[in-house]
Each structure stands twice: as C-alpha cells, then as structure tokens.
C-alpha cells in the first residue's frame, strides 16, 4: 500500500514490467532539470510534486526555461519533483479503472473543464461511465497486481501507443465510480472478499523456509549455461529436488512452466528447493560465470526510473 502512496515508487517498479507509463525521469538537483527534459522528448513538460494530491501539484510547463524556473522553486522549498512526458493526445482527459481482484469491475473516464488539462474532479473536471479496450483492462489489472494490490483505482492517460499508467490508488473513493457508472462497486468489493475466505493470506516466504535447508531462490540462465535448450523436465532439476515455481523471459511471467518448455538463455527460473543443491546447480558448472543465485527478491532496489518501455 506504500508503494502506491509514493507516485515515483509505483512507476519505478511498473517500468519494470510491460506496463505503459508517462516516460517519467526523477530529479535531485538544478543540474538534472534540461538533460531530464532531453531525455523525455523535450518541452512541454508535466512538472509533479511527489506528494500532490487532487492535482495540485501537477504543472504543465511549456517551456524548458518555465519548467527549471519551476523545479529551482519546487527545489528550494525542499520539494521533491517528477518531469514527466505530456501526454498531450490525452490532455484534458484520463480514465480510473476499478479493479478488484483480477477484474476491472468499473471505469470511467474524466473529463477536465476547459482550459484545464487536469482532470481531476477537484478541478472541475467531470466523470462518465466507460467501456475500457481489452488493452486498458489488461493494463489496469496489471498495475494493480504488479504492487500487489486487490483493490485499486488504476488511473490511466490514454495516450497514442495505449494506455499510461499515471497513478494507482490503494483506497480509491467509490463516490465517483459508483456515480459515474451506476455501478455497485461495494457489492463487488464485499463478493470479491466473500470469495477470499477459501485462500486466507498466508505468509510464503515463511512457509516455504520452514523446513530447514529449504528455500526460494531465483537463478539466471547464463548463455552458456548447460540448460540452454533443455526442457524442464530434461534439465535434471526435479531429481536434484528443485522445482521451478515461475519461468521470468524478458518481462512474461510463466507461472507453473510445463515440463515441456525449453529453457532459454537470460531467462530467470524462480525456484523451490534445497538450498545447497541449489547453490551447487550455479556454482558445479565452469566456476563463477554460472547462472546467479539471488536470495528471494520481495523488492526493488531503487533508481531512477527509465520511462516507458514501450518507447524504448
Ligand atoms: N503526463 C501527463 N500528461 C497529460 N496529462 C497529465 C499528465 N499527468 C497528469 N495529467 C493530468 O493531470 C491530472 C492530475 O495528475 P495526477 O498525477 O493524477 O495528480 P494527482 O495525484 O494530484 O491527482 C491527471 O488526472 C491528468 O488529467
Ligand atoms: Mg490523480
């Protein structure tokens, strides 16, 4: 729920994975502002306080010399700032998905008053029921479970190559949705945990290192790793108690791999078992340039985030 409360950290960790977002750049210093204004494509520029809320903090700066004059501000009175890329084809609009669990259960979309291109209602701006594209949905559903969340409002600029997740919500109002669509979207809420009374939460990592000696590990397939071109089934894993719980290939997560998919070089193999065959599966094979063996990541390091990359 943190993460999403901090704008810069949900898009950090969705430019990770196969999400659209704002090409989106951090800046610490005076220095950073017209080389971060490069790299997103040059001025106009959407200006952001990390901590704005109902779009007060939210600027559109037309020019390079508005938008340092701006963050030099920003920056002196120890605000910390986002440049963003302006979705112009957007501007003045932006649409809020509601997902729970794994469905978009309402959208709508909201609409700036004029002169405003900030959607926001606080501003002015109006809402309306809409049907979302499978695209937006996947988008929306996406977000949400990247930052763990089962209950979001996924707020989306719909922009030329699709869908720009700009914010997700971790306590989203159902005023708005459930004016704008007619929509119970409570009810849904109240179902949606009805239906989770079956899967009560349970901590994984403690489960899974209960038993002494095992644990979660993910290993990298170096290119010249043995696995390369071995199925799971033929790459030896199982007999040396080993078993691939997901298969990471570029930004595709395969939950529960079949034994018949061929491993490739750079995929990532999230992996259950012993912790001292797992260790000799990456240190066994031609020394240290082997397959790495990461200790279970629950979280991102941090770093400035490298936009979208669907542009890249
Ligand atoms: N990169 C952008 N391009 C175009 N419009 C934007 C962009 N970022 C924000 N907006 C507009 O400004 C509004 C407020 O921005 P948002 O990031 O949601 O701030 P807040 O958290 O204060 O609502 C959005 O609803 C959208 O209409
Ligand atoms: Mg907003």
Redesign the pocket.
Known sequence: IANSRD?LRALQILSRHDIGI?HTVFVRQKDDVIPAIERIGGAPV?V?LLE???????ILAETVKVAESIIETLQSANQNVLI?????E?????LRAFVVGDRVVGAMR?V?KSGE????VHRGGSAEAVDLDDEQRRTAVSAAQILGLRVAGV?M?EGKDGP?V??VNSSPGLEGIEGATQLDIAGEIVDYMAGQVDFPEIDIRQRMTESAGYGVVEVGILEESDLVGRTIEASGLRDRDIVVITLTRGTTVISNPKGTRTLEPLDRLLCYGKLDQMRSLVSNRRGRRQPSLQPLITDVPSQAIDGNQKEA
């Open positions: 704008k704002p959407i952001k704005g809320t109902q779009g007060v903090g939210v963003q890329r302006f979705v112009s957007s501007a003045g609009k932006d909201r700036a291109f900030r959607s926001n707020d600029l720009q700009m914010e």
